[in-house]
């Protein structure tokens, strides 16, 4: 009987097994979504061929039914995901960094997700689905450094400053990626690592940089959105540092990026960026398979077809290891598994955003908010501003902005576009009559009919002289910036100045929009214009965030995200990468003509009771700053409080004013708010090239605080040891 018995189990344990074996055969481990992540990648590359390797870090590579891998191609989302159909088009980058509003930010990032994860579900639940199949993987944010104000690219980024635009970063990137503890909503891939901000021979050229001024100024907004934002990707640039290509600088994205900082996802290259080393930086000394391996070595992992061709050569060649090719496998695999891609639906949170969400009334109302907040008013002599809507009856809209939409630069398709001038008709009193006329061109189009330039002036004159105000929309598209395409010029382009002095000479009563992303050196506008309002590239509903502003029906809030030149001959050479000859807010030499934090408001603001909660601090510690600020006016505002430390006495060039500190508050009339901002001992540090590193040095600083960097109200003093 007991033999039976030992028999029976036997029997039911070898059964047991198989079954166990054909579970595990039928669903293999990496599906298993109980499982840690590490197992998981690491049992399906234990499953790949070498080629289906190669084939996988090919961004716009095949789909390997094998595995149930879908190509992520090419994701773009910088201010709206850009689609084959309309999604919400929030304003353009620089503007969103002239909200100074973490905020707002990290609220469109949101959005912005919300309606690429809908794109993503709607094509896994609808067999009918209409429109381009995307992934999960952006290119979003552009975190470079406006340092060059003739950067065709600044309507990409968050202006140019590395404290600013780390916070803004983080709040894109956080946004972006979502805060579900298991899955990742998106990954975000950060632009362009690093010092990359000159268009003219970006594919072969090399920034020369200092190692302080590479740690300093160039590196710690990137560290911010890694380290504290936890961004899941970041872009090796075109560009060279010190003669080493950014797609093969085993120091950029090895030993700073993936052992300092500690990164964990994956570094991707610049499109083409295998091509370019060799037929740009190297001009044909390189083999398409020592780029590939040398990319790899270094820490880039995905790319291009070159990956997905040369990679088994590489190998075959002794040139690339299997071991280090599955490093870089296995980083970009982690954050498919992250996203939930592996697993049923109906565990990944994200999974139930509808399709519905894409350009909902919330998400148009928000663009509408964002492009409120990113008003800059610049100048209002006489308080000309806000205009009574009910005391015009004729108004002038004139330039060649004011019956016409930019979007910007990776820019999908808007829900609904809002222009200038539809903007004023969509805000003015009933009865107003509008006249208007383009008074000149920014750049003629090709294919586009005649432009009479003398006879369009006129009619803008005419118009003027006919109106009780004229508006004029003016500044730049991307045919003047853009990518690839760097300014030759800080001023307008076109005759656009000209139309400005002929509307002025018949109309004093005119105002000017500014409608651009680089700086624009206007000396005469600023002086002679009753007042300038900076409005960029604002978006879907930017036609009537202008409107609104100007009618008073917002209070204009925003700042200057960067410094605007007085002139040409203020810039230093854009070859010139050491930021302390000129560069900036923090060196510029001589007073600009719209300082950094710049920006205007229809009611003003008091500060007062300025408290530090130390006079003396440690290195390793931390001081906080308070301060009281009330509205004295007679209108509700939002008011960016910024703080700026200075050293008194440094061993070497330090910044003139370094912002450490802003919180953009909205108050009633005679409402007060005491706004507090805590500066950590490491934002007080300068990098030290003698012992590689960040130190503090025991001495004195100041603390400013005000409304701008030019505008600073109160000041304080405290010591730091060590």
């Known amino acids: 009987m007991k033999v039976k018995i030992t028999l029976l189990f036997?029997?039911?344990?070898?059964?047991?097994?198989?079954?166990?074996?054909?579970?595990?055969?039928?669903?293999?481990?990496?599906?298993?979504?109980?499982?840690?992540?590490?197992?998981?990648?690491?049992?399906?590359?234990?499953?790949?061929?070498?080629?289906?390797?190669?084939?996988?870090?090919?961004?716009?590579?095949?789909?390997?039914?094998?595995?149930?891998?879908?190509?992520?191609?090419?994701?773009?989302?910088?201010?709206?995901?850009?689609?084959?159909?309309?999604?919400?088009?929030?304003?353009?980058?620089?503007?969103?960094?002239?909200t100074w509003d973490t905020k707002l930010v990290h609220t469109e990032a949101t959005a912005i997700s919300d309606e690429a994860r809908a794109i993503y579900n709607g094509w896994h639940n609808d067999p009918n689905f209409q429109g381009e199949k995307k992934g999960l993987i952006y290119r979003s944010p552009v975190i470079n450094i406006s340092r060059n104000p003739y950067w065709g690219r600044i309507n990409e980024c968050f202006g140019e400053d590395p404290f600013l635009t780390g916070r803004i970063g983080v709040a894109h990137v956080t946004g972006l990626q979502g805060n579900d503890p298991k899955y990742l909503k998106l990954v975000s891939t950060l632009k362009h690592y690093a010092v990359n901000n000159?268009?003219?021979?970006?594919?072969?050229?090399?920034?020369?940089?200092?190692?302080?001024?590479?740690?300093?100024?160039?590196?710690?907004?990137?560290?911010?959105?890694?380290?504290?934002?936890?961004?899941?990707?970041?872009?090796?640039?075109?560009?060279?540092?010190?003669?080493?290509?950014?797609?093969?600088?085993?120091?950029?994205?090895?030993?700073?990026?993936?052992?300092?900082?500690?990164?964990?996802?994956?570094?991707?290259?610049?499109?083409?960026?295998?091509?370019?080393?060799?037929?740009?930086?190297?001009?044909?000394?390189?083999?398409?398979?020592?780029?590939?391996?040398?990319?790899?070595?270094?820490?880039?992992?995905?790319?291009?077809?070159?990956?997905?061709?040369?990679?088994?050569?590489?190998?075959?060649?002794?040139?690339?290891?299997?071991a280090k090719l599955d490093e870089s496998v296995s980083r970009v695999m982690r954050d498919r598994f992250l996203l939930g891609e592996f697993d049923p639906q109906d565990r990944v949170p994200y999974s139930k955003i509808p399709m519905s969400v894409i350009g909902n009334a919330e998400h148009v109302s928000l663009a509408l908010k964002a492009a409120q907040e990113a008003m800059v008013l610049l100048t209002n002599k006489n308080h000309i501003l806000p205009l009574d809507k009910n005391k015009i009856k004729t108004i002038a809209v004139i330039g060649p902005h004011a019956n016409m939409f930019t979007a910007g630069g990776y820019s999908g398709k808007p829900i609904d576009a809002v222009n200038p001038?539809?903007?004023?008709?969509?805000?003015?009193?009933?009865?107003?009559?509008?006249?208007?006329?383009?008074?000149?061109?920014?750049?003629?189009?090709?294919?586009?009919?005649?432009?009479?330039?003398?006879?369009?002036?006129?009619?803008?004159?005419?118009?003027?002289?006919?109106?009780?105000?004229?508006?004029?929309y003016i500044g730049t598209t991307l045919d003047i910036e853009a990518e690839g395409r760097d300014r030759t010029s800080l001023e307008l382009p076109g005759n656009q100045e000209e139309?400005?002095?002929?509307?002025?000479?018949?109309?004093?009563?005119?105002?000017?929009?500014?409608?651009?992303?680089?700086?624009?050196?206007?000396?005469y506008i600023k002086d002679n214009a009753p007042a300038i309002l900076e409005a960029w590239w604002p978006g879907e509903q930017g036609g009537n965030a202008i409107a609104d502003a100007l009618f008073g029906n917002i209070n204009p809030g925003g700042k200057m995200p960067l410094t605007v030149y007085a002139s040409a001959e203020q810039v230093p050479s854009q070859d010139e990468y050491d930021v302390t000859k000129g560069f900036t807010y923090m060196y510029v030499n001589g007073k600009p003509l719209f300082p950094f934090g710049h920006g205007?408001?229809?009611?003003?603001?008091?500060?007062?009771?300025?408290?530090?909660?130390?006079?003396?601090?440690?290195?390793?510690?931390?001081?906080?700053?308070?301060?009281?600020?009330?509205?004295?006016?007679?209108?509700?505002?939002?008011?960016?409080?910024q703080l700026y430390i200075h050293d008194v006495s440094p061993s070497l060039k330090r910044p003139n004013e370094e912002l450490r500190g802003f919180e953009r508050i909205t108050l009633a009339p005679g409402q007060t708010k005491t706004v507090k901002l805590?500066?950590?001992?490491?934002?007080?540090?300068?990098?030290?090239?003698?012992?590689?590193?960040?130190?503090?040095?025991?001495?004195?600083?100041?603390v400013m605080v005000g409304s701008s960097s030019a505008d600073i109200r109160l000041k304080s003093q405290f010591r730091v040891t060590n």
């Not at 149930?68 to 309309?86: A, C, E, Y």
């Not at 409608?515 to 000396?523: D, E, R, V």
């Not at 934002?683 to 030290?688: E, H, V």
Request: glycine share 6%; with cysteine.
């Open 678 to 702: 805590t500066i950590p001992g490491s934002k007080l540090a300068f990098y030290d090239e003698k012992i590689h590193d960040f130190r503090v040095e025991p001495e004195m600083i100041d």
């Open 600 to 641: 205007l408001s229809y009611t003003t603001f008091n500060y007062s009771n300025l408290k530090l909660s130390a006079k003396q601090i440690k290195d390793s510690g931390a001081i906080t700053v308070s301060v009281d600020v009330k509205n004295s006016g007679k209108v509700t505002g939002d008011e960016v409080v």
């Open 10 to 98: 036997a029997l039911l344990s070898v059964i047991t097994v198989s079954r166990s074996i054909a579970q595990t055969a039928d669903k293999p481990l990496y599906l298993d979504y109980t499982k840690p992540v590490e197992e998981r990648v690491k049992d399906l590359i234990s499953r790949m061929t070498l080629e289906e390797k190669a084939e996988y870090l090919n961004h716009v590579g095949p789909d390997i039914p094998k595995f149930g891998i879908k190509s992520d191609k090419w994701n773009q989302s910088l201010h709206g995901v850009v689609w084959t159909r309309p999604t919400t088009m929030f304003p353009v980058s620089i503007a969103m960094a002239a």
């Open 421 to 472: 001038m539809q903007g004023i008709k969509n805000r003015m009193a009933t009865g107003t009559e509008i006249i208007y006329a383009a008074g000149s061109e920014i750049t003629h189009r090709r294919n586009a009919p005649e432009f009479n330039k003398d006879e369009e002036l006129q009619k803008a004159v005419d118009a003027a002289k006919k109106a009780d105000v004229a508006i004029l």
């Open 499 to 523: 139309l400005v002095k002929a509307v002025l000479a018949v109309n004093p009563r005119t105002i000017v929009v500014l409608m651009n992303a680089g700086p624009l050196t206007i000396p």
């Open 198 to 322: 000159v268009e003219q021979n970006r594919t072969a050229r090399s920034a020369t940089v200092s190692e302080r001024m590479l740690h300093e100024f160039w590196l710690p907004h990137f560290k911010d959105c890694i380290v504290e934002g936890g961004a899941q990707s970041i872009m090796a640039s075109y560009n060279a540092i010190n003669g080493v290509p950014n797609n093969i600088n085993h120091m950029m994205l090895t030993d700073i990026l993936k052992n300092r900082w500690g990164f964990k996802g994956f570094v991707v290259s610049d499109l083409g960026g295998v091509n370019t080393m060799v037929n740009g930086h190297e001009k044909g000394k390189m083999s398409y398979e020592e780029a590939v391996a040398q990319s790899i070595n270094a820490g880039c992992d995905f790319s291009d077809k070159e990956f997905m061709q040369y990679i088994p050569i590489a190998v075959n060649k002794g040139l690339l290891t299997m």
